[in-house]
């Protein structure tokens, strides 16, 4: 289901934070006003002061993205999503379309944390925390085509976006589609599923 973290206490980081403001391209001071809206930052004098190093609340965030998809619809929702691999932390070793959708889930978990606690993912040890759940993986028998099934409290027109600016930097030809023949947590489900083939 959309818009509602998993657990109490997961922050996200300031710079994938920006990811929405950035994202809303023309429209940043709107973006700036639905942070700060949600304590996200604040505005004062005509301007919003916001930490990118800082750490805030996942469902804050979550509840800027809800207002975003009543208000404006899921073309934002997109947008923003696309927005992510220019301002989030993403591990390095990305080559090819495949690392690229791999690496989207251990970016997820760079970028959040758990009661003020280091990132949930340990690069030296590879381990990765639970309590805002994935991105998958799966890459098909056959050649061309990976499937990830999002299982995360994000809006499914955002990782939709995310999937997409990843798959499109490393392969020009690709497709991204939702499989509609699948749940979405656009209707309550807990998962939506992304075709990726090229």
């Not at 800082?54 to 923003?80: C, H, K, M, N, R």
């Not at 690229?100 to 590879?126: F, P, Q, S, T, V």
Request: proline residues 4%; contains cysteine.
């Amino acid at each position: 289901m959309q818009f509602k973290a998993f657990e109490e206490g997961i922050e996200v980081n300031g710079q994938t934070v920006y990811a929405f403001v950035d994202g809303m391209g023309k429209f940043k001071s709107l973006g700036e006003q639905y942070m700060s809206n949600v304590g996200i930052g604040a505005m004062k004098g005509g301007k919003w002061l916001f930490d990118v190093n800082g750490w805030y609340p996942q469902q804050a965030w979550l509840d800027a993205f809800s207002t975003i998809a009543a208000e404006v619809g899921d073309g934002v929702l997109y947008t923003i999503g696309r927005a992510i691999p220019a301002n989030a932390r993403f591990p390095y070793g990305i080559t090819d379309i495949y690392s690229a959708i791999r690496a989207i889930d251990i970016a997820y978990h760079i970028n959040h944390r758990k009661n003020g606690k280091g990132c949930l993912y340990d690069a030296a040890a590879e381990i990765m925390y639970e309590g805002i759940g994935h991105y998958g993986y799966e890459q098909a028998p056959r050649k061309n085509f990976i499937l990830s099934v999002s299982h995360n409290p994000y809006p499914c027109a955002f990782d939709m976006g995310i999937i997409s600016a990843m798959a499109h930097k490393y392969d020009t030809k690709v497709m991204v589609i939702h499989d509609d023949s699948k749940p979405c947590r656009k209707n309550g489900a807990e998962t939506c599923t992304y075709l990726v083939s090229w």
